[in-house]
């Protein structure tokens, strides 16, 4: 049982560039959610999903998108990478709709963007 | 929505000593309040967690207490040990919000 895994643990961006962090969960929660960690401003929201085929905005959605074609898997895309966006990214998962139980975090993604 | 704020940022404490940290929350609808504890370098993770149901919870040399009518939760650990040293993190969620909302975080070091 792996948990929540993320990929890749570290990546480097030139400004403009997109790419997929990976986000994946073999717990069958039905609840998955994206959060960027920046320091002395603790866990923001990104985006969430209470289930396949729906998502939703967080606090900070802008620039990034988000699918959910199955239970396990939830990327989050950059589409034109800023320096504002360097960051550590953590993806989350909870059983039934995360409203009132733990989530379970994936091990983190360290983005850099020059 | 949701707004949860904590306090102190940073803690430093004696070994031995007791730590407490503190949290406000504003949905008066949340029912849910975790408390994540985070290694450098490492993920979140949970160390206890209560319901609105319930005042005081405790597990071994931590606990967690929760006024409902105040909105506000607080972490306490007793007998603090070197290994206690990281950033904690507490949430509200369960209420209008439709997800966990985080306070920004208490770097803790426990001095030897």
């Known amino acids: 049982n792996a948990g929540v895994t993320q990929t890749p643990k570290f990546q480097v961006l030139k400004t403009g560039q997109s790419m997929t962090l990976q986000c994946a969960q073999d717990?069958?929660?039905?609840?998955m959610s994206w959060y960027r960690q920046d320091p002395g401003m603790g866990l923001r929201l990104i985006h969430y999903?209470?289930?396949?085929?729906?998502?939703d905005q967080g606090e900070v959605p802008n620039g990034y998108n988000v699918s959910r074609s199955t239970t396990e898997d939830f990327p989050l895309r950059l589409l034109s990478a800023a320096p504002s966006q360097t960051s550590v990214y953590f993806c989350?998962?909870?059983?039934?709709?995360?409203?009132?139980?733990?989530?379970?975090f994936g091990q983190g993604t360290r983005l850099t963007v020059v | 929505g949701e707004n949860v704020e904590q306090h102190p940022s940073t803690l430093s404490v004696q070994e031995g000593d007791s730590a407490v940290i503190k949290c406000t929350y504003s949905?008066?609808?949340?029912?849910?309040f975790p408390w994540y504890k985070q290694e450098l370098g490492k993920r979140p993770q949970l160390i206890i967690d209560i319901r609105s149901n319930v005042g005081e919870k405790k597990d071994q040399r931590i606990a967690v207490t929760l006024n409902k009518t105040a909105k506000h939760f607080s972490l306490h650990i007793t007998e603090t040990q070197p290994e206690d040293s990281a950033v904690y993190f507490c949430a509200a969620g369960g209420g209008t919000a439709r997800q966990l909302t985080f306070g920004s975080g208490t770097q803790l070091t426990v001095l030897p």
């Open positions: 999903s209470v289930g396949a085929g729906i998502t």
């Open positions: 717990m069958n929660h039905e609840y």
């Open positions: 949905d008066s609808a949340s029912n849910y």
């Open positions: 989350a998962s909870s059983p039934g709709q995360g409203l009132g139980t733990e989530a379970f």
